[in-house]
């Protein structure tokens, strides 16, 4: 009895890190300018690859934005439901080898991401390699 005590409780730990320590879930990106929350990103995995996509843009206004500077499948389509990161592989500590969409301005990125906190999780966008590339970090929503 005492064993199984032990094991539950073991086990019980494991499942509740491996949770925290998880990229999935519902995360909020801000505004670099005025810190204020500007999107609600889901991110989850699917065939052991890492996706995000935009589920709410918060501010009214933003409601209904079209990615109209997006090309191909993505071209004038709704912000909201858009997913914006693609194809993410496990590779240590971080997911990389995919893409992010910018829908702001249709940009498409190379990208890996990273929790460098519980709740904290970085993005970085880059051309080429990535020192030339931009960081962004969102926040778990709770």
């Keep these: 009895m005492k064993n199984f005590i032990t094991f539950s409780m073991l086990l019980f730990i494991g499942i509740v890190t491996s949770n925290a320590q998880s990229v999935t879930g519902k995360w909020y990106s801000v505004d670099s300018d005025t810190n204020e929350k500007i999107s609600i990103i889901e991110v989850y995995q699917q065939n052991d690859k890492i996706y995000a996509k935009i589920i ?70 880059y051309i080429g390699f990535s020192l030339l590339g931009r960081t962004e970090y969102w926040f778990r929503e709770k």
Aim: with cysteine; glycine share 12%.
């Design 56 to 125: 709410e843009l918060v501010k009214e206004e933003d409601k209904g934005n079209l990615c109209d500077q997006c090309e191909g499948e993505k071209q004038n389509k709704p912000i909201e439901g858009m997913v914006i990161l693609d194809g993410l592989k496990k590779d240590g500590d971080e997911w990389n080898g995919g893409k992010i969409t910018d829908p702001e301005n249709g940009s498409i990125y190379k990208c890996y991401i990273e929790l460098v906190e519980k709740n904290k999780l970085k993005i970085r966008g």
